[in-house]
Nanobody, 126 residues
Framework: QVQLVESGGGLVQAGGSLRLSCASSGGTFSTYAMGWFRQAPGKEREFVAAISSISWSGVNTYYADSVKGRFTISRDNAKNTVYLQMNSLKPEDTAVYYC????????????????WGQGTQVTVSS
């Protein structure tokens, strides 16, 4: 059973940075595509970023338009961890951030992710 544990959330002022981490255990991390999603109060969970498993051609990354150029997803297979570096944070980035693992490739569709963490709160003050 795959377990995902997020960390690194907190309170930050607008324009600041945070790095979220998601540690995986119980599965073969290197074979999973990983994604980050977020959910703000009263809103649906939405895609933030995804990273493919490593192949002969490297990795592929995908971003929501709202975070492109500000957020960077990366993975360290030796540490079974995926990261989300968040720069130039805005109040509208405030949400609970979830990491997720997929055996179906990197995708924006949350229904393709079979494993989820418990989430970490990110609050950006104006």
């Amino acid at each position: 059973q795959v377990q995902l544990v997020e960390s690194g959330g907190g309170l930050v002022q607008a324009g600041g940075s945070l790095r979220l981490s998601c540690a995986s255990s119980g599965g073969t991390f290197s074979t999973y595509a990983m994604g980050w999603f977020r959910q703000a109060p009263g809103k649906e969970r939405e895609f933030v970023a995804a990273i493919s498993s490593i192949s002969w051609s490297g990795v592929n990354t995908y971003y929501a338009d709202s975070v492109k150029g500000r957020f960077t997803i990366s993975r360290d297979n030796a540490k079974n961890t995926v990261y989300l570096q968040m720069n130039s944070l805005k109040p509208e980035d405030t949400a609970v951030y979830y990491c997720a693992a997929s055996t179906r490739g990197a995708t924006m569709n949350l229904n393709q992710y079979g494993y989820w963490g418990q989430g970490t709160q990110v609050t950006v003050s104006s």
